[in-house]
């Protein structure tokens, strides 16, 4: 069956990294554009950064420009997201999407915890 799961997430003081994970199975992974999304407590879930299916072009939020970085691997069916110089509003679930806009095909994971804080 499809699955993502994120992996990575955890505590970090501010200005500190971390390396999120995406692994899927289940579908085409090279046939999706991924993107990683995040949801605060009492906030609207914001997407974070896209890349498409080949990994040619990225897009990022204002808030993460400059500091996030999305990649994906296609051999081995995982997306990532490094985040540096990390701030407290960062703090939310990141959750991992996969989408097939030509047929509407999307698929999200559970999500990991990242905590911002000193």
């Known amino acids: 069956q499809v699955q993502l799961v994120e992996s990575g997430g955890g505590l970090v003081q501010p200005g500190g990294s971390l390396r999120l994970s995406c692994a899927a199975s289940?579908?085409?992974?090279?046939?999706?554009?991924m993107s990683w999304y995040r949801q605060a407590p009492g906030k609207e879930r914001e997407l974070v950064a896209h890349?498409?299916?080949?990994?040619?072009?990225?897009e990022y939020a204002d808030s993460v420009k400059g500091r996030f970085t999305i990649s994906r691997d296609n051999a081995k069916n995982t997306v990532y997201l490094q985040m540096n110089s990390l701030k407290p509003e960062d703090t939310a679930v990141y959750l991992c999407n996969a989408n097939w806009a030509a047929l509407r095909l999307e698929y999200w994971g559970q999500g990991t915890q990242v905590t911002v804080s000193s």
């Open positions: 890349i498409t299916s080949a990994g040619g072009s990225t």
């Open positions: 289940g579908f085409t992974f090279s046939r999706y554009a």
